[in-house]
C-alpha cells in the first residue's frame, strides 16, 4: 500500500479524542491508519475486501468513523473527525468498497 494513491487524509482532534494522534488515510487500495495512544502507536492497513460496513457517529461538533473489519482484527474507530470530512471520508470508502467488489465480479 505505500505507493498508492491517496484521496483523502483526516486528523482526529487530540483533544476530544484522548489521544495524541489520530489519523485515517483513504487510498485507492485501501484505508491506513495511525493511532497514537499513551506509549502505544498503532499502525493498521485495511483493503477495501475486508470492509464490510462504514459507521459514522456525529456529536456535537466531532463526529467518529467506525470500520467494521471482516478479519478476526476488529473494527476501527477514529475518533473526533471533523464533522464534514467524515461525511465525505464515509461516502468515498463505501465508493471504493462498491468498485473492488464490481471489480471482482468480473
Not at 499502525?43 to 464490510?52: D, R, V
Not at 463526529?63 to 474507530?77: H, I, K, M, P, W
Amino acid at each position: 500500500m505505500s505507493d498508492a494513491k491517496v484521496f483523502m487524509k483526516l486528523l482526529g482532534n487530540s483533544t476530544f479524542a484522548n489521544s495524541r494522534k489520530q489519523e485515517l488515510l483513504v487510498k485507492d487500495d485501501g484505508v491506513k491508519c495511525e493511532l497514537a495512544e499513551g506509549l502505544k502507536l498503532t499502525k493498521t492497513t485495511i483493503p477495501y475486501e475486508q470492509i464490510s460496513q462504514v459507521n459514522l457517529y456525529s456529536g456535537l461538533t466531532t463526529a467518529d468513523l467506525e470500520l467494521v473489519n471482516t478479519s478476526s482484527y476488529g473494527n476501527l474507530t477514529i475518533r473526533a473527525l471533523d464533522k464534514a470530512e467524515a461525511k465525505e471520508a464515509k461516502r468515498l470508502i463505501e465508493e471504493r468498497i462498491t468498485q473492488t467488489i464490481s471489480t471482482s465480479l468480473m
